[in-house]
């Protein structure tokens, strides 16, 4: 009884001293790319722009998002030139979300409340006294709707005489409809299947990254 005690003991005080979560968020992503034919695609000079009529380069989110994929580019060895007529090659950007699913769905979850003292082995007041004691609850059913989105980006490279050089389609589907925490996944994913072709999508899984610094 006493080792049973501390352990719940150490558990109850993990949980209010611990300030994180040790489960880290992760997504499916599909992609799907495709390459020119006889094409060896080395990093170059490169402007973004808007893919579609319905993506606003001027907006606010798209500047952000925009910010980042510069940021991947980068990273991977293109330039930005001084002047956007010098880039070699045009990328086009597009995002958006979609409901795909939406249901409703019965579950279960028990009604627990634990609790825990500390007394005389005889207890105070000359009452016995347990180290531990727990009550548990009944179990609770609630129906809940769900919805499911499909969130994509899409990047398109054009030579300067508007020639097709690579895509890639990324797109995961989820609950969240956050563009501003979506995109940045499935941009970081899209990037190493620049010039390469994909005979079918693929699946692959990545992890979210934290901002705190462990």
């Known amino acids: 009884m006493k080792t049973l005690f501390l352990s719940i003991l150490a558990l109850f005080t993990l949980s209010f001293t611990t300030g994180c979560s040790p489960i880290v968020p992760k997504y499916k992503v599909n992609i799907d790319a495709i390459t020119a034919p006889n094409l060896e695609v080395t990093p170059s000079s490169f402007k973004i722009e808007a893919l579609g009529e319905n993506t606003d380069k001027n907006s606010l989110l798209f500047q952000e998002q925009s910010t980042y994929l510069v940021k991947l580019l980068l990273s991977k060895g293109y330039i930005q030139p001084y002047s956007s007529s010098e880039a070699k090659e045009i990328i086009y950007f ?28 005889y207890g ?9 004691w727990s009550d548990w609850g009944y179990y609770r059913t609630y129906r809940k709707k769900y919805s499911y989105y499909n969130r994509y980006i899409t990047l398109l490279a054009k030579d300067q005489m508007g020639k097709e050089l690579w895509r890639v389609d990324a797109s995961s589907i989820g609950e969240s409809k956050n563009l501003k925490k979506i995109v940045p996944i499935l941009l970081e994913a899209s990037i190493p299947y620049i010039g390469k072709n994909t005979k079918e999508p693929i699946k ?10 462990e």
């Not at 105070?124 to 531990?132: A, K, T």
């Open 124 to 132: 105070f007041y000359g009452r016995h006294y347990h180290p531990f």
């Open 94 to 121: 597009d995002y958006g979300i979609e409901k795909v699913l939406e249901e409703v769905r019965t579950d279960t979850e028990p009604e627990v409340t634990v609790g825990f003292s500390i007394g005389h082995p």
């Open 204 to 213: 692959i899984v990545i992890k979210e990254k934290s901002d705190k610094k």
